[in-house]
């Protein structure tokens, strides 16, 4: 699959089948979240890879959005790390960049995955924090849900020239 239909057939995908996902597939998708872009290449970012059954079923305890974690076969967190930034606060489209990446790598690897949302929310990443005891400068974005899709959803045309705009409003 090449770029441009990974990224138009990406969809979020919330049920997976029993398949394990291989360690050399989870590699390939951090490889992906690392080539991100990041400001001064300053690469602020940490990945903490969650597969341990009891970790993927506490966290639907304190996120209302992450059922899907009960059927996933692993998850990637993708945090910040505050120690490495050029720039206050550019680690938010840092670790976004990454994030995007991991999803459309999964896509074009066959692979389903859904962005669940961590920052800003504080009682989301200060329990994701806790639960894995993460260092104070490690703050968690975003959690990617990875797993076979059990699940098939259709491309979504979401091009809207009406918000294209040249040179000004």
């Not at 490690?138 to 979504?156: F, Q, R």
Request: net charge neutral.
């Amino acid at each position: 699959m090449d770029a441009m239909e990974a990224i138009l057939t990406r969809r979020s995908i919330r049920r997976y089948t029993d398949d394990p996902v291989p360690e050399e597939v989870v590699q390939q998708l951090l490889k992906a979240a690392m080539s991100a872009p990041s400001a001064s290449n300053q690469q602020p970012w940490q990945f903490i890879v969650i597969d341990d059954r009891k970790i993927l079923d506490e966290i639907p305890r304190f996120h209302p959005y992450s059922s899907m974690l009960r059927e996933a076969k692993v998850a990637i967190l993708v945090c910040g790390d505050e120690t490495r930034e050029a720039f206050k606060g550019y680690w938010i489209q840092d670790c976004s960049a990454a994030t995007e990446n991991i999803l459309i790598a999964a896509r074009a690897l066959g692979l389903g995955a859904v962005w669940l949302g961590i920052y800003p929310r504080e009682e989301r990443f200060k329990k994701m924090q806790a639960l894995l005891k993460l260092p104070e400068h490690i703050v968690p974005l975003s959690l990617v849900s990875i797993g076979y899709p059990a699940e098939t959803k259709p491309p979504s045309n979401r091009f809207d020239p009406s918000r294209i705009h040249r040179n000004g409003w």
